[in-house]
Protein backbone atom coordinates (compact mmCIF):
# COMPACT_ATOMS: atom_id res chain seq x y z
CA UNK A 1 0.00 0.00 0.00
CA UNK A 2 1.01 3.24 -0.92
CA UNK A 3 1.87 6.30 1.64
CA UNK A 4 -0.85 8.48 0.00
CA UNK A 5 -3.48 5.32 0.30
CA UNK A 6 -2.36 5.38 3.89
CA UNK A 7 -3.04 8.85 4.43
CA UNK A 8 -5.81 9.11 3.28
CA UNK A 9 -6.85 5.96 5.37
CA UNK A 10 -5.83 7.70 8.00
CA UNK A 11 -7.93 10.87 7.61
CA UNK A 12 -10.83 8.85 6.86
CA UNK A 13 -10.58 7.12 9.84
CA UNK A 14 -10.66 10.15 11.74
CA UNK A 15 -13.49 11.60 9.98
CA UNK A 16 -15.51 8.58 10.49
CA UNK A 17 -14.34 8.16 14.42
CA UNK A 18 -15.28 12.22 15.28
CA UNK A 19 -18.59 12.03 13.01
CA UNK A 20 -19.65 9.16 14.72
CA UNK A 21 -20.15 11.00 17.77
CA UNK A 22 -21.60 13.66 16.14
CA UNK A 23 -24.14 11.50 13.73
CA UNK A 24 -25.45 9.53 17.18
CA UNK A 25 -25.76 13.11 19.17
CA UNK A 26 -28.09 14.25 16.38
CA UNK A 27 -29.80 10.96 15.72
CA UNK A 28 -30.65 10.87 19.85
CA UNK A 29 -31.51 14.80 19.82
CA UNK A 30 -33.53 14.64 16.64
CA UNK A 31 -35.69 11.75 17.62
CA UNK A 32 -36.15 13.19 21.08
CA UNK A 33 -37.97 16.53 19.59
CA UNK A 34 -40.08 14.42 17.46
CA UNK A 35 -41.58 12.31 20.27
CA UNK A 36 -38.96 9.28 19.81
CA UNK A 37 -36.70 7.36 21.87
CA UNK A 38 -33.46 6.58 19.99
CA UNK A 39 -31.38 6.03 22.81
CA UNK A 40 -30.66 2.10 21.09
CA UNK A 41 -29.95 3.02 17.66
CA UNK A 42 -27.97 6.33 17.97
CA UNK A 43 -25.63 3.98 19.96
CA UNK A 44 -25.46 1.31 17.34
CA UNK A 45 -24.68 3.91 14.54
CA UNK A 46 -21.81 5.30 17.27
CA UNK A 47 -20.78 1.61 17.82
CA UNK A 48 -20.22 1.32 13.98
CA UNK A 49 -18.87 4.43 12.78
CA UNK A 50 -16.51 3.75 15.86
CA UNK A 51 -15.01 -0.37 14.95
CA UNK A 52 -14.81 1.29 10.88
CA UNK A 53 -12.63 3.63 12.56
CA UNK A 54 -10.90 1.26 14.62
CA UNK A 55 -10.72 -0.85 11.50
CA UNK A 56 -9.33 2.34 9.14
CA UNK A 57 -7.04 3.41 11.87
CA UNK A 58 -5.41 0.20 11.98
CA UNK A 59 -4.67 -0.21 8.32
CA UNK A 60 -3.30 3.28 8.55
CA UNK A 61 -1.13 2.84 11.14
CA UNK A 62 2.08 4.06 9.66
CA UNK A 63 0.70 7.54 9.68
CA UNK A 64 -0.31 9.95 12.78
CA UNK A 65 -3.90 10.00 11.81
CA UNK A 66 -4.65 6.37 11.30
CA UNK A 67 -3.03 6.08 15.22
CA UNK A 68 -4.73 8.99 16.39
CA UNK A 69 -8.28 7.33 14.68
CA UNK A 70 -7.70 3.97 16.56
CA UNK A 71 -7.11 5.03 19.08
CA UNK A 72 -9.54 7.47 19.52
CA UNK A 73 -12.25 5.26 18.70
CA UNK A 74 -11.08 2.68 21.10
CA UNK A 75 -11.11 5.19 23.98
CA UNK A 76 -15.15 6.25 22.69
CA UNK A 77 -16.35 2.62 21.96
CA UNK A 78 -14.19 1.43 25.32
CA UNK A 79 -15.19 4.37 27.43
CA UNK A 80 -18.82 4.08 26.26
CA UNK A 81 -19.33 0.13 26.98
CA UNK A 82 -17.67 0.50 30.47
CA UNK A 83 -20.30 3.47 30.86
CA UNK A 84 -23.22 1.54 29.87
CA UNK A 85 -22.42 -1.72 31.81
Do not use: C, H, W
Amino acid sequence: MTEQNESQFGKLALALSLGGVVLAVAIGLLARLVGYRADMPAYLVFLAFQVAAIVLGLVARRTPLGKAAAITAAVLAVGSVTLLG
